[in-house]
């Protein structure tokens, strides 16, 4: 019977390896696909391109405006990631400290734009920043982004906030420091770690995020995802290996920006750094 269940056992990790293992190689070869056809000249019922160029990076470079699209890009994620966590971290201890009546409803509601698809308030929400002129501007779509990476912060920061000793900030009073002085010289060095993994995972998502900026973005505050999409559907005839050249330099972007801010923070050590303050 024990050996029956151990084949069992053996049978499933294999299966999952097996599915793990086709997921990882179908992936990877998406992606080689896409970078091989940036470089060819002409691919067609062969297994590689005829020869390769890179004159298809400099034709997207020129008709898409990347530079420009570029520092948009940048623009709109540094501005959100710095506004998500000035916003988001005082929330989240005011919701981690305080107890009032309704606190339940204001949670499900931080909650909502989270567990609902883009898709479903970003046109509600366009509208509303069209009609105030907000839409079609930088600040529209940093606005827009805000709505579920503030709430994001908020529910990541409560549980590292709730870990720290009440009694440390009670000590920190009872010294003369001020709210402010408590705020940036007690509670952000112990809550460092839980901010970083907060913000880093912010960064990525408003790479990525394209509902709600494609909704607000007008001609000169597109990100690179949506100028991406329009070079796909958008009315003209583009090259093929033009726009994989655009979705090469959109990969090798949000990777650089991944590559950096795990080179200063480290999601596990983050956690485990929590733990560690709010253990002593």
């Known amino acids: 019977m024990g050996q029956d269940k151990t084949v069992s056992e053996?049978?499933?990790?294999?299966?999952?390896?097996?599915?793990?293992i086709f997921f990882i190689v179908n992936f990877m070869a998406m992606i080689a696909t896409v970078v091989i056809n940036s470089f060819g000249t002409r691919w067609l019922g062969t297994w590689l391109p005829a020869g390769y160029t890179v004159r298809w990076y400099r034709s997207a470079w020129d008709e898409f405006q990347l530079g420009d699209v570029l520092i948009t890009t940048f623009q709109v994620v540094g501005a959100v990631v710095l506004l998500s966590g000035l916003f988001g971290v005082p929330a989240a201890y005011a919701l981690a400290r305080r107890n009032f009546p309704g606190k339940q409803f204001v949670m499900l509601l931080f909650l909502l734009p989270l567990m609902i698809p883009p898709i479903t308030f970003g046109i509600p929400?366009?509208?509303v920043l069209y009609q105030l002129g907000a839409g079609g501007t930088l600040w529209g779509v940093i606005i827009a982004n805000l709505v579920p990476t503030v709430p994001f912060v908020i529910l990541v920061m409560i549980p590292f906030i709730e870990q720290i000793?009440?009694?440390?900030?009670?000590?920190?009073?009872?010294?003369?420091a001020g709210t402010g002085q408590l705020f940036v010289?007690?509670?952000?060095?112990?809550?460092?770690?839980?901010?970083?993994?907060?913000l880093l995972l912010v960064l990525v998502r408003t790479i990525a995020m394209f509902e709600l900026t494609f909704f607000t973005a007008g001609p000169d505050s597109q990100t690179l995802v949506v100028a991406l999409y329009y070079a796909v559907y958008a009315a003209g005839v583009r090259a093929g290996q033009s726009i994989d050249a655009m979705a090469v330099i959109y990969m090798i972007t949000t990777l650089i920006w991944l590559l950096i801010a795990l080179r200063f923070v480290?999601?596990?050590?983050?956690?485990a750094r929590a733990k560690q303050e709010a253990a002593r």
């Open 165 to 176: 000793d009440p009694r440390i900030e009670s000590a920190a009073r009872v010294f003369g």
């Open 10 to 20: 053996r049978l499933w990790a294999l299966a999952i390896w097996a599915a793990v």
């Open 125 to 127: 929400l366009a509208t």
């Open 266 to 271: 480290d999601p596990t050590q983050m956690v």
């Open 185 to 198: 010289y007690v509670l952000v060095p112990l809550l460092a770690p839980g901010i970083l993994a907060a």
